[in-house]
């Protein structure tokens, strides 16, 4: 059974007794893999002895990834199906299912087949035993280039250098959060979201499964270079000042230099005189100089920009659509009993 609900800029549901694992599934053209991942994921939350939902958050595809969706038949759990009005990115696509999400416990997860959902009931019985994020840590990543592999690398241990809390490396969006945790992101007002760093923020009992990322299984990637590094901009501006620090302490450090060759320079001309000469080494002082100052001013500027945003208070992402399918009865109990 299909329901429609009337397109709002948000709506506010309210913790589910009868939902026990929420699963998010951001979306953007990917038609050709949403068949495969569906089959897989229903069949893994169909022998999960958890009452289960799967919403599937539509970040402004323009492929057939609506019809495909809700054309999915009936299963155990119920099917919901979210439509942004246009494609506001990844992290907003997540953050409107965490406000979405009704179960006491959310997984976050791909569409692309690359996190197997076939780890969802270990991420829910580690759940079970206490803890209240699972990380799940990537071994490999495979279908991956070496450049690719190495440049993350470098840049979670950059992040961690500067952030004041700790990303842990090679853990992407796959993950499971408790009711709790996700209520307290839900209560953040900010933005601009770094989601991975959002995860980390609140804290709590978190633990780190490890386990081999598969290739995409059809489709291209829609991270490409540029995209990947404006996430790590924004990851790194969100979650530290650093970098601003770090240019204080260069402009110092130059004006420090540039006082003493200075003083240098005049001594010597008082004494012994001196010959108009120097004109490469000026030059390179020059643009040296210059470099600092624009790389600096760059740095401010992302900050401001992230300001600037923030002052306006516009919302995430807007609805426009929500079809909801209801699941079928079965024996599975709210706490995950049999019946």
Known sequence: M???????????PTV????TVSVIVPVYNEQAVLPSFHGRLVQVLDNLN?????????????????????AFPVTSSVVQYIALSRNFGKEAAMSAGLQHAKGIAVVVIDADLQDPPELIPL????????????NMKRNSRA???MLKRFSAACFYRLLNWMSDINIEENVGDFRLLSREVVDHINELPERNRYMKGIFAWPGYKQVVVPFNRDPRFSGE???NYFKLIGLAMDGISSFSIKPLRIATVLGVLIALSAFGYGSIVIAK???FGEVVQGYPSIMVVLLGLGGVQLISIGLLGEYIGRIFIESKQRPLYLIQEVVEKSAIQTQKSPLGEVA
Do not use: F
């Open 16 to 19: 589910s007794p009868s939902v």
């Open 269 to 271: 001309t008082l004494l």
């Open 143 to 145: 279908g991956e280039s």
């Open 221 to 223: 990637t829609k991270w």
């Open 50 to 70: 958890e009452r289960c939902e799967i919403i599937y958050i539509d970040d402004g595809s323009s492929d057939n990834s609506r019809n495909i969706i809700t």
């Open 2 to 12: 299909l329901d429609k609900i009337t397109p709002k800029h948000s709506l506010q």
């Open 123 to 134: 991420m829910v019985k580690r759940w079970r035993a206490g803890a209240d994020v699972v």
